[in-house]
């Protein structure tokens, strides 16, 4: 098993540029997140998913969206880059809730400028 | 105050020494208790996870004290691969929708380093 997968590994954007965050895992894990990791702060959870086709907002989600069309794919939108939004992007998954260790990918580093 | 808080560190600790982080945590509702390892520019990767009873996994032993709302990592004979930033994470069930999903929280981190 790769585990869970992201892509690209680095990104620069200019202000007011979209782009996609691609998340994989191959573990059939029903929950998926996104994070964001500023410098020096812990993990804020961005969106999370309990199953294909359901989505929610975590803690941080203004500027962000997402979809689950299948249970291996959690793609993270950002549809207009702000320099705030610069910051490491972690993908994670679990298999059940509140008790199920979750598994992070090796993250996205996004610098708008 | 901060959900989960960490001993703010950084640790400079020579090879061989013992070195202990605590953790403390607000919500008495948590429902399960993690240390992570994150190396430089890595992902978090579970290091182990708390229980009440005590758990030890080799050199590592965390402690659970749910009283207290105290969480702590000890390492023992320190090694230079030790070197990382161990997170303290709690997780509970959280809602802010329709659906309900594992919170993970995560404290700001300990960095350790371990020199020759």
């Known amino acids: 098993n790769a585990g869970v997968t992201q892509t690209p590994k680095f990104r620069i954007l200019k202000i007011g540029q979209s782009m996609t965050l691609q998340c994989t895992q191959d573990?059939?894990?029903?929950?998926m997140y996104w994070y964001r990791q500023d410098p020096g702060m812990g993990l804020k959870l961005i969106y999370y998913?309990?199953?294909?086709?359901?989505?929610d907002k975590g803690e941080v989600p203004n500027g962000y969206n997402v979809s689950r069309s299948t249970t291996e794919d959690f793609p993270l939108r950002l549809e207009l880059a702000a320099p705030s939004q610069t910051s490491v992007y972690f993908c994670?998954?679990?298999?059940?809730?509140?008790?199920?260790?979750?598994?992070f990918g090796p993250g996205t580093r996004l610098l708008v400028l | 105050r901060k959900e989960v808080e960490q001993d703010p560190g950084p640790f400079n600790v020579p090879e061989g020494a013992t070195v202990a982080f605590n953790c403390t945590y607000s919500?008495?509702?948590?429902?399960?208790f993690f240390w992570y390892r994150q190396d430089c520019r890595k992902e978090p990767k579970l290091l182990m996870s708390?229980?009440?009873s005590g758990n030890e996994d080799g050199r590592f032993t965390a402690q659970l004290n749910r009283a207290s709302q105290y969480i702590s990592l000890l390492i023992r004979d320190s090694k230079l691969s030790d070197s990382a930033t161990y997170l303290c994470?709690?997780?509970?069930?959280?809602?802010?929708?329709?659906?309900?999903?594992?919170?993970?929280?995560f404290g700001q981190g300990t960095i350790l380093t371990v020199h020759p």
């Open positions: 998913s309990v199953g294909a086709g359901i989505t």
């Open positions: 994670a998954s679990s298999l059940g809730a509140a008790q199920e260790t979750q598994y």
């Open positions: 919500n008495s509702a948590s429902q399960s």
């Open positions: 994470v709690v997780n509970g069930r959280a809602r802010t929708g329709g659906t309900s999903y594992g919170k993970l929280t």
């Open positions: 708390v229980y009440s």
């Open positions: 573990m059939n894990h029903n929950y």
